[in-house]
């Protein structure tokens, strides 16, 4: 036999189901950032580039490594680290990069 609900105070339900799913989404949020973060337990300094036109990302990436340091692998890091999925980039886009000594560390790991 089914029983049926009867919900007195639309009022207050509503409140508390707003309520509800905003600790659902926050408790999604802080999930997923737990794992996707490469300094979340690291305190390093991200260096903020914005593009210009004609800029890519081996022309920005140079001004970043030295002769020690295969750039290839720095982009494909740069990439990761952005979320690009090409090496593809567009003016007035605002990209992370690390210094070569920071790159370094984090690649021993």
Known sequence: MRT?????????????????????????????????????????????VKVKEGDSLWTISKDFVDENVDIRDYISFIRKVNRLESAVVYPGQILKFVDVKTYKLLCKE
Do not use: C, P, Q, T
């Not at 508390?16 to 799913?21: G, P």
């Open 4 to 48: 049926k609900v009867v919900i007195r105070n639309k009022f207050r339900f509503g409140i508390a189901l707003l309520l509800l799913m905003i600790f659902v989404v926050m408790a999604l949020m802080i999930s997923i950032g737990e794992g996707k973060s490469i300094d979340k337990e690291k305190n390093i300094n991200w260096i903020f």
